[in-house]
C-alpha cells in the first residue's frame, strides 16, 4: 500500500544525503517532496500541512548544531521518522480489560469494512494469548451475516451466540444484551459484538449503534475502517466518533494496492489511536498497530520486529537453537536445514510480505513482486526426494542420483541442478552474513534461495587482493626480488 510514498521519500532523502554539508535551501527542497509526496498519497491536508511544518522547523533548529563530518541527511531523516510515527499515533496502545470479566468489545462501520471477518481475527488473536472469547452476531440487517460470523467463528474455534437467524430478524440490541450475559453465564472472559453497517452514515445506523453501545456498555468500542477508501475514512471515522464514539481504530485491508492516506491521517484528525490492522485475507492477516513500526516501513527500512515475531511463532525453539549453534560454530547450512526452514515459513503466510519487511526491500521490490509462492513446494519436492545423506554433502551428488531425484520429485534434471546452483549460493550469503557483511535475519530464518539478499546502504565492500607481482625471468634478480 505505501510502496509509492515510500519510493518518493526514499528518493528525497537520497538526494539530500548526496549534498554532503546540509544548507537552508536543502532543507526545504526536501520537504517540499515530501509534501508532494503525502498529498499524492492521498494524506488529510492539515495532517501535512502539521507534519511539513514540524519537519521543516524542526530541521533548521537541528542544522547548526550538526558538526561538519558526519552524515546530516541522517540526522533529518532519523527526525522525519520521528514526527511520522508521532502522526500514526505516537505508540501502540492494548485493549482495556474489564476489572469484572468479561471485558466487552463492540466493532462499529460501515458495511463492506470487514467487520465480521475482522471479529474472527480479533477472537483468534485473544485466544491464541489465552482468553476465551465468545463472538455474538448483533449484524441481523445484512443478509447470511449471522452464517458468516458462525462460519469464521468455527473455523477459529470460537463459539458464536447467534439466537436469531438475521436477514432483517430479531432485535440486534436485545442479542447483543443476551451475548453478554450468556459470555457471564458461560465463564467466557471476553465478548465480541459484531454489528450492522449500512453503505453510509444514516440515522438508523448511528441510532442501533448507539442503543446498542448503551446496552452492553462496552469497555471498548473499535471502528473498523477500510483503508482503501481514501478521505472517506477520516470523514466517515469523524462522523462515527461524533454520532456514536469509539476509543480506537482498526485499519482493514491494507494489503490493498490504495495510496495508504487513511493510515496517516486517521489517528492525528480523530484524535483516537490505531489500534490493531488487517492486512490481508487469512485469519493470521492481523496484528497490533505499531506506529514506529509502520514508519519504518514507510520510510524503507523494514518491520524486522514484527518479521522477528512472526518466526518466534512459526520457528520451533530447539530447531533455532540448533540452527543458531551451527551458525555460530562455522558449520555449513544444509538442505535438511533449509527444508525445516520451509515447512516453518508455509506458517508464517505470504512470502512476499515476510521479505518486504526486510531493510532495503524497496531496492528488491520487483524480485520480491516476482516472487512465485510455488516454487517453495516445488524445492520442497526435490529436497525430500533425496536421502538424509545428500542433503547434509551436495558433493553426493553425481549424474545418476539427480536423475533419481528428479524422477522422484516429479521435475527435471535441471531444475534439481538449479536448485543446487541457488543452494550453494545460499550458503555463501550465510558466510557473508557471519562474517557481518549483510543485515542480520530473525533468529532461525534465512532466505530462500536464490533470493537475494535487500541492500543496506550500497553494497558492502569488497576488499582488493593485491597484485601479485610478475616474477623476473632472470635467476639472479628473482632471488635478489624474493629475498
Not at 511544518?53 to 531523516?77: C, D, H, K, M, Y
Not at 436469531?164 to 458461560?186: I, L, T
Not at 526486510?358 to 520487483?366: D, F, H, Q, V, W
Amino acid at each position: 500500500m505505501f510502496d509509492a510514498l515510500s519510493s518518493k521519500i526514499s528518493n528525497a532523502f537520497g538526494s539530500l544525503r548526496n549534498r554532503g554539508k546540509l544548507s537552508a535551501s536543502d532543507i526545504e527542497n526536501t520537504v517540499t517532496e515530501i509534501r508532494q509526496a503525502l498529498l499524492e498519497a492521498d494524506v488529510a491536508l492539515p495532517v501535512v500541512e502539521q507534519f511539513i511544518e514540524r519537519v521543516r522547523t524542526g530541521s533548521l533548529e537541528l542544522l547548526p548544531t550538526l558538526q561538519s563530518g558526519v552524515n546530516q541527511a541522517q540526522s533529518i531523516f532519523d527526525l522525519v521518522n520521528r514526527e511520522l510515527t508521532e502522526i500514526l499515533g505516537g505508540g501502540a496502545r492494548r485493549v482495556r480489560y474489564a476489572k469484572n470479566p468479561p471485558t466487552v468489545i463492540m466493532l462499529a462501520g460501515l458495511q463492506g469494512a470487514g467487520k465480521t471477518t475482522l471479529a474472527a481475527k480479533l477472537a483468534k488473536f485473544y485466544k491464541d494469548q489465552g482468553d476465551t472469547p465468545v463472538l455474538v452476531a448483533s449484524d441481523l440487517q445484512r443478509p447470511n451475516a449471522v452464517t458468516q460470523l458462525q462460519v469464521v467463528g468455527e473455523s477459529v474455534g470460537v463459539p458464536v451466540f447467534a439466537p436469531e437467524p438475521g436477514n432483517g430478524v430479531g432485535n440486534p440490541v436485545q442479542v447483543a444484551r443476551d451475548g453478554v450475559a450468556y459470555a457471564k453465564s458461560k465463564l467466557h472472559n471476553m465478548v465480541i459484538v459484531d454489528t450492522a453497517g449500512r453503505l453510509g452514515v444514516d440515522e438508523d445506523l448511528m441510532a442501533e449503534a448507539s442503543a446498542i453501545r448503551d446496552a452492553i456498555n462496552p469497555n471498548e468500542i473499535l471502528f473498523v475502517v477500510d483503508a482503501m477508501i481514501g478521505q472517506d475514512a477520516v470523514r466517515t471515522a469523524e462522523a462515527f466518533r461524533d454520532g456514536v464514539g469509539f476509543d480506537g481504530v482498526v485499519l482493514t485491508k491494507l494489503d490493498g494496492d490504495a495510496r495508504g492516506g487513511a493510515a496517516l491521517s486517521i489517528a492525528s484528525l480523530t484524535g483516537r489511536p490505531i489500534m490493531f490492522i488487517s492486512n490481508g485475507e487469512k485469519i493470521a492477516d492481523f496484528d497490533i498497530f505499531y506506529p514506529e513500526r509502520m514508519a519504518s516501513r514507510i520510510l524503507g527500512m523494514g518491520d524486522v520486529a514484527t518479521l522477528a515475531e512472526q518466526a518466534k511463532k512459526a520457528f520451533d525453539p530447539e530447531s533455532t537453537k540448533k540452527l543458531e549453534d551451527k551458525f555460530n560454530s562455522g558449520e555449513d547450512f544444509t538442505l535438511e536445514d533449509f527444508l525445516e526452514q520451509i515447512e516453518a515459513m508455509s506458517k508464517m503466510g505470504n512470502m512476499g510480505k515476510l521479505l518486504g519487511m526486510l531493510p532495503g526491500a524497496g531496492a528488491m521490490k520487483k524480485q520480491i513482486d516476482n516472487f512465485d509462492e510455488s516454487e517453495l513446494t516445488r524445492t520442497k519436492a526435490i529436497v525430500q526426494s533425496m536421502t538424509p545423506a545428500e542433503r547434509r554433502d551436495l558433493k553426493l551428488l553425481n549424474g545418476s542420483r539427480r536423475a533419481r531425484i528428479a524422477a522422484g520429485s516429479g521435475r527435471q534434471v535441471s531444475d534439481v541442478n538449479k536448485l543446487v546452483e541457488k543452494f550453494t549460493a545460499a550458503q555463501k550469503m550465510m558466510k557473508s552474513l557471519r562474517g557481518g557483511k549483510g543485515p542480520a535475519l530473525p533468529p532461525g530464518m534465512a532466505l530462500p534461495p536464490g533470493m537475494p539478499m535487500p541492500a543496506m546502504g550500497g553494497a558492502p565492500k569488497i576488499a582488493q587482493q593485491p597484485k601479485k607481482k610478475s616474477r623476473s625471468g632472470n635467476p639472479a634478480k628473482r632471488a635478489a626480488e624474493e629475498a
